[in-house]
């Protein structure tokens, strides 16, 4: 996702990174490119990349990628 992000950033997109606060603080994460919000729970998380996205884009992770696809309105679930 970091790849991703620093390039569309440096292409003029606006950037922003959504994750949940135990995450953020367990170093878990890297840089971050562009504005980071922390929300509380992942429930939170997928809410909030729903009303602030104009698209997604899935890239290969774990079950909690997954989750996020099948819980977004893509039609998928």
């Known amino acids: ?4 992000s ?3 950033h440096v292409g003029g997109s606006q950037i922003l990174g959504i994750i949940p606060t135990a995450l953020a603080e367990g170093n878990f994460i890297g ?3 562009g504005e980071e ?3 509380p ?5 997928i ?3 729903l009303d602030n996205s104009d698209a997604f884009i899935a890239l290969p992770g774990g079950i909690g990628t997954l989750e996020e696809i099948f819980k977004s309105p ?4």
Not at 74 to 77: D, E, F, I, V
């Open 47 to 49: 809410s909030k990349m």
């Open 41 to 45: 729970t992942m429930q939170d998380r």
């Open 1 to 4: 996702m970091g790849c991703v």
């Open 37 to 39: 919000l922390r929300v």
């Open 31 to 33: 840089k971050t490119i």
């Open 6 to 8: 620093i390039v569309a």
């Open 74 to 77: 893509l039609g998928l679930n």
